[in-house]
Every structure is written in structure tokens, then in C-alpha cells.
């Protein structure tokens, strides 16, 4: 499957945003500009700031002001966010990933525990407890049932939840650049950030005249 580069996607812009409503056009704007920054670490092989800046543009792209305003508001906004694009995404370019990637970088990630929070809340406080093995079990089962029957929401939610306690790992200084003890969760999680991040951006961007509301920080920079 051909994932479009910053490249492609910034023409696209160019072309359409004077149509889109001001809270897009600076989400866009945003998360091209960060999309463009991992292109560039990643031909200069810096796997972990590729993954960090893909996350920004996700998050750029995902993010607006009713995002910012409480936990529960911005779990009801992400799974709201996911449904629309998934269901923008008529030719199923975001299933084709999770179904092509699954037998590698995805079950690599959802067999590994050191991405799975509920694992270091547990070793953290009793290096010891195993109790978080049964809803490790429970998850990737879930994962699978999900992929089975074409559940991307759920599908994705599951995924991003483990690239999640990895974003939390770099960002909070949980981990050494490039250290050796994670290298192998950043190489399949960025690898599937690569592919995911660039067609959210395009989907949006196809549907770019419809409301999306304001981005957070809304000021333009």
C-alpha cells in the first residue's frame, strides 16, 4: 500500500485549505509541519525522534480545544475522533495497514509487555505481581477478535494505547535515546506510525470543507 509522503500531502493542502474552515487549516498546518521534521530523522536514522515526531502530528491533527478539557472529555473525543475517520475511510487504506503489519510490527508490540501500562503499575509497586498477565491475555485477544471482524476503532484504540506508554516512556525520560533495552518496540511502533499518521492527515484533509472544530492553542504560529 502507497502511504503518501509530507510531500504529496502539502501540495494537497496548498490546493484545497482555502476552502477549509480555520480550526483545520492550523491542525494541518501543524501536523505537516511535524510529519515533514520525522521525514527528515528519519533518512538522517534517528528512529527515536521519528517517533516522537510522528506522534506530535498525530497529536496535532487530533487535538483541539475540546480535547484539552478534562480526562473523560478527551476519551469520549479521541473514540469520536477515530470513528469519523474511520468512517471517511471508504476504500479501507487504515484496515489494509493494521491487516498487512499485524503479523509483524503490530503482534510484536501486542505481545510485548513493556508497552502494556497496567504491566509497570504492577512491577512498579511490587516487582513481584503478575496480576496484570490475565488482562495482558484479555487484550490481545481482544486485539484479535477485533482485526477478525474488521474492528478498526477498537483495533486501533487497542494499538495506540501501547504506542501511548511508549510516547510516555521517551517524553518522560523513561528511556535512554537510543537505548538497546527498547529498541525493538521503537522500530515496530514508529514503523506503524509511518503508515497510520500520514493517511489520517489525508483523510481529513479529503473532508476538509466538513466542521472540525478549533485547534488547541488556537492562535496561529
Same mark, same amino acid.
Given at each position: 500500500?502507497?502511504?503518501?509522503?509530507?510531500?504529496?500531502?502539502?501540495?494537497?493542502?496548498?490546493?484545497?485549505?482555502?476552502?477549509?474552515?480555520?480550526?483545520?487549516?492550523?491542525?494541518?498546518?501543524?501536523?505537516?509541519?511535524?510529519?515533514?521534521?520525522?521525514?527528515?530523522? &528519519? /533518512?538522517?536514522? #534517528?528512529?527515536?525522534?521519528?517517533?516522537?515526531?510522528? *506522534?506530535?502530528?498525530? $497529536? @496535532?491533527?487530533?487535538?483541539?480545544?475540546?480535547?484539552?478539557?478534562?480526562?473523560?472529555?478527551?476519551?469520549?473525543?479521541?473514540?469520536?475522533?477515530?470513528?469519523?475517520?474511520?468512517?471517511?475511510?471508504?476504500?479501507?487504506?487504515?484496515?489494509?495497514?493494521?491487516?498487512?503489519?499485524?503479523?509483524?510490527?503490530? &503482534? /510484536?508490540?501486542? #505481545?510485548?509487555?513493556?508497552?502494556?501500562?497496567?504491566? *509497570?503499575?504492577?512491577? $512498579? @509497586?511490587?516487582?513481584?505481581?503478575?496480576?496484570?498477565?490475565?488482562?495482558?491475555?484479555?487484550?490481545?485477544?481482544?486485539?484479535?477478535?477485533?482485526?477478525?471482524?474488521?474492528?478498526?476503532?477498537?483495533?486501533?484504540?487497542?494499538?495506540?494505547?501501547?504506542?501511548?506508554?511508549?510516547?510516555?516512556?521517551?517524553?518522560?525520560?523513561?528511556?535512554?535515546?537510543?537505548?538497546?533495552?527498547?529498541?525493538?518496540?521503537?522500530?515496530?511502533?514508529?514503523?506503524?506510525?509511518?503508515?497510520?499518521?500520514?493517511?489520517?492527515?489525508?483523510?481529513?484533509?479529503?473532508?476538509?470543507?466538513?466542521?472540525?472544530?478549533?485547534?488547541?492553542?488556537?492562535?496561529?504560529?
Amino acid at each position: 500500500m502507497d502511504i503518501p509522503a509530507h510531500a504529496t500531502l502539502k501540495d494537497y493542502q496548498r490546493e484545497h485549505r482555502e476552502h477549509w474552515g480555520k480550526g483545520l487549516n492550523l491542525r494541518v498546518h501543524r501536523a505537516l509541519s511535524w510529519l515533514n521534521k520525522a521525514e527528515e530523522e &528519519r /533518512a538522517a536514522g #534517528d528512529t527515536d525522534c521519528e517517533f516522537i515526531f510522528l *506522534w506530535i502530528a498525530f $497529536n @496535532a491533527a487530533y487535538s483541539s480545544q475540546y480535547t484539552q478539557e478534562t480526562r473523560v472529555r478527551e476519551k469520549l473525543a479521541f473514540d469520536s475522533f477515530l470513528e469519523r475517520i474511520i468512517r471517511y475511510d471508504t476504500h479501507q487504506r487504515l484496515y489494509g495497514i493494521i491487516w498487512e503489519r499485524y503479523t509483524t510490527d503490530i &503482534r /510484536a508490540l501486542m #505481545d510485548n509487555q513493556y508497552v502494556y501500562q497496567p504491566f *509497570w503499575e504492577c512491577v $512498579n @509497586a511490587d516487582p513481584l505481581d503478575d496480576s496484570w498477565r490475565e488482562s495482558f491475555t484479555a487484550a490481545k485477544r481482544r486485539s484479535h477478535q477485533a482485526l477478525a471482524e474488521q474492528d478498526v476503532v477498537t483495533s486501533l484504540s487497542i494499538l495506540l494505547s501501547r504506542l501511548y506508554t511508549l510516547r510516555n516512556q521517551l517524553i518522560h525520560g523513561g528511556a535512554t535515546w537510543k537505548g538497546r533495552l527498547n529498541r525493538e518496540q521503537i522500530e515496530d511502533a514508529t514503523a506503524i506510525l509511518r503508515c497510520i499518521v500520514p493517511i489520517i492527515i489525508e483523510l481529513m484533509m479529503e473532508h476538509g470543507t466538513e466542521p472540525w472544530g478549533d485547534a488547541a492553542y488556537f492562535l496561529e504560529d
